[in-house]
């Protein structure tokens, strides 16, 4: 069956302005000061296709061209030993990962594949230039995989000391090229190396938080909790470095209460870091709109001692606007910061309720429920979105798997030039095409 994309326009969410899509915008052309887009769908009622498989099954609220292969969508179920251990009456868990038994099959155990897939598929098939994605970690292994499955051409920046991020059950196409950031790098060094890349026309920028396919496709987490539950969450809990998903979760809940049969938008977001690596949580406790000081030795610093360290950003989308800071303050939201040692207690105790185990980030969130719990944030009977964004590896990776090594290590201080040479030579056409 041929693939239908679903009409939609940009919104500058700052000054309302309603404009085209000319195939991969990420700002408004004539929005001033800085602004998020937003997709606004012709088709305002929430819609699973079921003629479409996968995460495509939400394809009416993504901004795609295409479906690609071996994708999968969250799956939210009712929890029973987390929630009788909490006292919570109405505990739904959205899963990101790999555990078969509940239907969750994401091969790279992160919900870093919803935005891999949307990406992917916003992407016109003629495209000639190679995207360019910049990662901590779970967003590296996702884009690999799905552009590895899909034949697309891609180079992934991350730190060398996250390496370890990248397993795969099977080896990767030759389209896919990881080039690392040297070690005591962090996230914000390999932002710079794509940056740099993307300064020749032959490459182009994902976009990150920026690009309304990557907020789409992780604010299906929500879509999969109102398909399972039929209304809208009290309450949001999320693990976050940039915040892109708890923006994007936010998102599609004031798409799902102008449809109007879920509920008026009143989900409150709560987001959790790791300590030491709290830049969202000092900013949003000192009352700012801007990121609270982090140098960039101390940002390091703190990337390597915490156990999540997908969370550490130095460049999240929190003062723009319609970036965190909005989406905590409009939905009456908070932060939460978390320890090593609390990861380490819920990622056991996660294991003992649930069956199964979750990544060190989603721990985070978990820990996050209990202490608003316990500060009296959360009632115990409201309706609550735990948000697992990733969780399974044990299982996933017992069937075997192989680590990707760096192509190339390059420090992000190199002239551009330097850069675009360099890994311009990875890509020989007898290899790709």
């Known amino acids: 069956m041929k693939f239908t994309p679903t009409p939609y326009q940009l919104v500058n969410v700052r000054t309302g302005r309603i404009f085209e899509d000319s195939g991969w915008t990420l700002n408004d052309p004539e929005g001033g000061s800085p602004a998020l887009v937003r997709a606004v769908y012709a088709n305002k009622q929430f819609t699973p296709r079921k003629d479409l498989d996968g995460l495509y099954r939400y394809a009416e609220w993504m901004p795609v061209r295409r479906e690609l292969r071996h994708s999968c969508a969250p799956v939210t179920y009712k929890s029973k030993g987390l929630a009788k251990f909490l006292g919570l009456e109405h505990l739904y868990i959205t899963f990101s990962g790999w555990n078969p038994k509940i239907g969750a099959k994401m091969r790279t155990c992160s919900f870093k594949e919803t935005e891999a897939f949307s990406v992917c598929a916003r992407m016109d098939k003629k495209e000639k230039r190679i995207l360019v994605v910049q ?227 989603p721990c985070t969130a978990v820990a996050a429920l209990a202490q608003a719990l316990e500060e009296g944030k959360v009632s115990r009977q409201e309706y609550i979105m735990l948000n697992c964004t990733g969780g399974g590896a044990l299982a996933a990776m017992g069937k075997g798997f192989s680590c990707k090594e760096p192509d190339l290590v390059l420090s992000p201080e190199l002239p551009a030039e330097e850069i675009v040479a360099r890994v311009s030579a990875l890509f020989k056409k007898n290899e790709i095409w």
């Open 135 to 361: 990662s901590a970690g779970n967003t590296a292994r996702a884009f690999a995989q799905v552009c590895s499955d899909n034949d697309i051409p891609v180079v992934i920046c991350i730190p060398e000391d996250n390496k370890h991020d990248l397993w795969f059950r099977k080896k990767l196409s030759k389209c896919v090229k990881i080039v690392a950031a040297p070690h005591g790098c962090d996230y914000y060094d390999a932002i710079t190396l794509g940056e740099k890349l993307a300064e020749d026309p032959h490459f182009f920028l994902e976009g990150g938080a920026k690009n309304v396919a990557r907020r789409d496709g992780m604010g299906t987490t929500v879509l999969s909790f109102v398909e399972k539950v039929g209304r809208i969450p009290d309450a949001y809990f999320q693990a976050v470095g940039s915040g892109t998903g708890a923006i994007a979760a936010w998102e599609n809940a004031q798409r799902l209460a102008e449809d109007g049969r879920f509920g008026d938008n009143q989900m409150r977001v709560y987001v959790s870091q790791n300590k030491p690596f709290t830049l969202i949580y000092d900013s949003w406790k000192a009352g700012s709109r801007e990121l609270a000081s982090l140098s960039p030795e101390s940002g390091r610093r703190h990337a390597e001692v915490i156990l999540a360290k997908v969370l550490a950003n130095r460049k999240p989308p929190y003062g723009i606007a319609g970036g965190l800071f909005d989406v905590l303050t409009d939905s009456g939201g908070d932060v939460f910061a978390v320890s090593n040692e609390d990861i380490l207690y819920w990622l056991l105790q996660f294991r003992n309720l649930e069956g199964y185990d979750l990544l060190p980030a």
